[in-house]
């Protein structure tokens, strides 16, 4: 049985241990992808070309070294993400570009296709197998992008059986030529690479409730009732949990009564009072005495020496650990 | 001749990084303060555990510097800022939180779970103050900052300013810990004002006993309780109980007695230590720190007003016998155990055999709850 809990308890542990790993990498999305970049933003050496955008929608740091970028469901493992570049760590809710221009050795984020021909972009976790996010490119004009109208918001999903379903309807949509294709994602003419798709309203939300409740009336109603309704569940529950303690103990008392087989009532109060307490003292007390049960201390003291080896270390004069007292 | 100019060069120079000669009035006023803080500890025992480490801080931290010397507790990398993070990013709270949850018996609330109530009312006080800075002039998360203040809770008021009012972080740990020191002279003008004589001799029942499955079972639920209710009170409210759990589950005596002395006290000292030297005469000596030094006493006494008068209000409706004692109202704040000694002494003050103390630690660690509670509540709104 013992074996059967620990081998519960390590399945549980290694369970727990491959979710949060998962959790990490599948918290990437591919964000906005752009095909012919002809006027749009510029790369460290002054090109223009395609571009995909991820986002990390987590509120953790995301390494996503060792991943790979493709073009091809036959192909996943087109671009491995190199290992050993700091810049591959993604801070909480923050964008990283990666130039589709076909040329690996300008660096971690020149990857080694082009998007010209692409009828889609695939995000794939280190193992080259599993499919964290995919996206359909639909026809794009020149310097327009297909992006999420919310950083990480929308649909596609990692791949499985719901998901490919889903997948052959957003192709088709992706492909439909629509201004709005697939549920949350848009065909924009405006780029946004490495900044948010939506810019949100920037107001504080101190700054909004100093427009909504300027004298904290609402906030003090709504925190109080909050408060007390806390703790006055708290106190429900408790009052119950007291209530059938109590009435366990006095069950208990009484199948203790019955065995004894004497007839008194219990005390079904819960409380034993002090009064009680006294009486049970004293008749030990005197039943001790009357049998001769307790015998007196022969009040001898017996003083052994303790040897102890010297050390500087424990020396209470060379460590001065003496607190010093405060003489009032 | 050139040797000793070259000498009296590089004395003039030193004494420039000195801290005399770039003293300031400001620096002065705040050493005084710091001394005072440390007079007060030693000669009147007056929390001295927490208001030697702040006192000698606020001295720390007010030695005029140099300024590039990286010794400053705000300048990145020096050993007090580092230190200093403890507090800037709320880690100290909560492991204080959890030394606290290790120390405290809740029998008293099991037993008698009405108290739960008296704990919630008295965080009137935090909002009492936060109506008040907002007509004030402060903004609504500087006066959420401030008004927890009157949750008599150091550790929280650090967690909730450290979110929402840095920079007033000084001005609040500051003010929560003198306030909980002045808890026995700020609260029995409130009690005996709001209380006749005949409320003050109220007997109340003695408590029952509390069985060591209630005891466990108690931080469980609480927490679930809680943390479902406000989330965003997790940090302190899952310290504070787990911090119990190990205590009363009687299978990690160890990691209780680690959590209620070492690590509390280590984690008392840090924090004492840095925020004292986070008040920086530039940065402490203004007008909003005088404003949130009075509105810091304006939310104790309202947090005891609300406290007493609930229990009034409570009795209502209680049975003759089972009445509670208006003088363990003020307890509802989470000044644990001064409040609780405080309706105490009040309560012996009329009738030397009438000890409250058991009955006031029922509120009193109600308010811990309670002011975390609201504490997670300012946070999701303001934060």
Same mark, same amino acid.
């Given at each position: 049985?013992?074996?059967?809990?620990?081998?519960?308890?390590?399945?549980?542990?290694?369970?727990?241990?491959?979710?949060?790993?998962?959790?990490?990498?599948?918290?990437?999305?591919?964000?906005?992808?752009?095909?012919?970049?002809?006027?749009?933003?510029?790369?460290?050496?002054?090109?223009?070309?395609?571009?995909?955008?991820?986002?990390?929608?987590?509120?953790?740091?995301?390494?996503?070294?060792?991943?790979?970028?493709?073009?091809?469901?036959?192909?996943?493992?087109?671009?491995?993400?190199?290992?050993?570049?700091?810049?591959?760590?993604?801070?909480?809710?923050?964008?990283?570009?990666?130039?589709?221009?076909?040329?690996?050795?300008?660096?971690?984020?020149?990857?080694?296709?082009?998007?010209?021909?692409?009828?889609?972009?695939?995000?794939?976790?280190?193992?080259?197998?599993?499919?964290?996010?995919?996206?359909?490119?639909?026809?794009?004009?020149?310097?327009q992008s297909y992006a999420r109208k919310v950083d990480g918001e929308g649909s596609v999903k990692q791949e499985s059986i719901i998901y490919k379903s889903l997948y052959k309807n957003m192709v088709a949509k992706a492909n439909a030529n629509d201004t709005e294709t697939v549920e949350g994602w848009i065909k924009t003419n405006v780029p946004t690479p490495s900044t948010n798709n939506l810019t949100l309203d920037g107001e504080s939300k101190g700054a909004l409730m100093k427009e909504v409740d300027p004298y904290g009336l609402f906030l003090t109603f709504t925190a109080m009732f909050v408060t007390f309704l806390s703790l006055i569940i708290l106190y429900v529950i408790f009052k119950n949990i007291g209530k059938f303690h109590i009435k366990k103990k006095s069950e208990n008392a009484v199948k203790a009564m019955e065995g004894t087989g004497k007839s008194d009532k219990a005390d079904t109060s819960g409380q034993v009072s002090a009064e009680t307490y006294a009486a049970i003292s004293m008749a030990i007390h005197l039943f001790m005495q009357d049998n001769e049960a307790h015998d007196f201390e022969d009040t001898v003291l017996t003083i052994n020496k303790v040897s102890r080896t010297y050390s500087p270390w424990s020396s209470k004069i060379y460590t001065l650990r003496e607190t010093p007292q405060l003489k009032k | 001749m050139v040797f000793e100019a070259s000498i009296l060069d590089n004395l003039q120079q030193f004494f420039l990084y000195t801290g005399f000669a770039n003293v300031t009035l400001g620096h002065v006023i705040m050493i005084l303060i710091g001394l005072f803080f440390m007079y007060l500890a030693i000669t009147k025992d007056w929390e001295p555990m927490l208001l030697i480490?702040?006192?000698?801080?606020?001295?720390?931290?007010?030695?005029?510097?140099?300024?590039?010397?990286?010794?400053?507790?705000?300048?990145?990398?020096?050993?007090?800022?580092?230190?200093?993070?403890?507090?800037?990013?709320?880690?100290?709270?909560?492991?204080?939180?959890?030394?606290?949850?290790? $120390?405290?018996? /809740?029998?008293? &609330? @099991?037993?008698?779970?009405?108290?739960?109530?008296?704990? +919630?009312?008295?965080?009137? *006080?935090?909002?009492?103050?936060?109506?008040?800075?907002?007509?004030?002039?402060?903004g609504p998360s500087e006066a959420g900052a401030i008004g927890i203040?009157?949750?008599?809770?150091?550790?929280?008021?650090?967690?909730?300013?450290?979110?929402?009012?840095?920079?007033?972080?000084?001005?609040?740990?500051?003010?929560?810990?003198?306030?909980?020191?002045?808890?026995?002279?700020?609260?029995?003008?409130?009690?005996?004002?709001?209380?006749?004589?005949?409320?003050?001799?109220?007997?109340?029942?003695?408590?029952?006993?509390?069985?060591?499955?209630?005891?466990?079972?108690?931080?469980?639920?609480?927490?679930?309780?809680?943390?479902?209710?406000?989330?965003?009170?997790?940090?302190?409210?899952? $310290?504070?109980? /787990?911090?119990? &759990? @190990?205590?009363?589950?009687?299978?990690?005596?160890?990691? +209780?007695?680690?959590?209620? *002395?070492p690590l509390i006290d280590v984690v008392t000292i840090l924090i004492g230590i840095t925020v004292g030297a986070s008040t920086q005469a530039d940065k402490f000596l203004q007008w909003s720190s005088v404003k949130i030094f009075i509105l810091g006493a304006f939310s104790f006494v309202v947090a005891t007003f609300a406290g007493v008068l609930f229990v009034k209000f409570f009795n209502l409706f209680l049975k003759e016998g089972n009445k509670i004692n208006p003088l363990i109202g003020n307890a509802g704040v989470s000044a644990v155990p001064d409040a609780a000694r405080v309706s105490n002494n009040i309560g012996l003050e009329y009738d030397k055999t009438n000890y409250l103390l058991m009955h006031a630690m029922g509120p009193n660690v109600a308010g811990v709850i309670g002011s975390a509670v609201a504490a997670g509540i300012l946070l999701a709104f303001l934060a």
């Open positions: 049985m013992k074996k059967f809990y620990k081998l519960t308890l390590l399945l549980g542990v290694l369970f727990c241990a491959s979710t949060m790993y998962a959790q990490n990498i599948s918290d990437m999305r591919l964000n906005e992808v752009l095909v012919t970049n002809t006027e749009g933003f510029e790369d460290d050496y002054g090109y223009r070309s395609g571009w995909v955008e991820l986002f990390n929608t987590s509120y953790g740091t995301v390494n996503i070294a060792g991943c790979y970028l493709s073009t091809d469901p036959n192909n996943l493992t087109m671009y491995r993400i190199p290992k050993g570049d700091v810049l591959t760590s993604i801070p909480p809710r923050q964008h990283i570009l990666f130039w589709a221009d076909g040329v690996k050795e300008r660096g971690t984020f020149h990857v080694n296709f082009k998007l010209d021909d692409a009828k889609e972009v695939l995000f794939v976790s280190t193992d080259g197998k599993t499919i964290v996010d995919r996206v359909a490119i639909p026809q794009l004009d020149t310097n | 480490p702040i006192g000698f801080g606020i001295v720390i931290g007010n030695i005029p510097l140099f300024p590039g010397l990286q010794v400053g507790v705000y300048e990145e990398g020096s050993v007090l800022n580092i230190l200093y993070q403890g507090v800037r990013q709320g880690w100290y709270p909560p492991l204080i939180f959890m030394g606290i949850g290790a $120390m405290t018996d /809740f029998s008293a &609330l @099991i037993s008698n779970p009405k108290l739960l109530l008296i704990g +919630a009312a008295a965080q009137f *006080g935090i909002f009492g103050a936060y109506i008040a800075a907002l007509a004030l002039g402060f203040i009157g949750g008599a809770d150091g550790p929280t008021a650090i967690f909730l300013a450290g979110r929402l009012a840095p920079d007033l972080l000084g001005a609040i740990a500051v003010s929560a810990y003198s306030y909980m020191a002045l808890v026995p002279v700020i609260q029995p003008p409130v009690m005996r004002l709001l209380t006749t004589k005949k409320e003050r001799l109220i007997r109340m029942k003695a408590p029952r006993a509390v069985s060591p499955t209630e005891k466990k079972l108690f931080p469980i639920v609480g927490f679930l309780l809680t943390a479902f209710i406000v989330p965003s009170g997790i940090p302190l409210l899952g $310290m504070l109980f /787990f911090g119990n &759990l @190990i205590k009363e589950s009687g299978v990690t005596k160890r990691l +209780a007695n680690t959590a209620s *002395g």
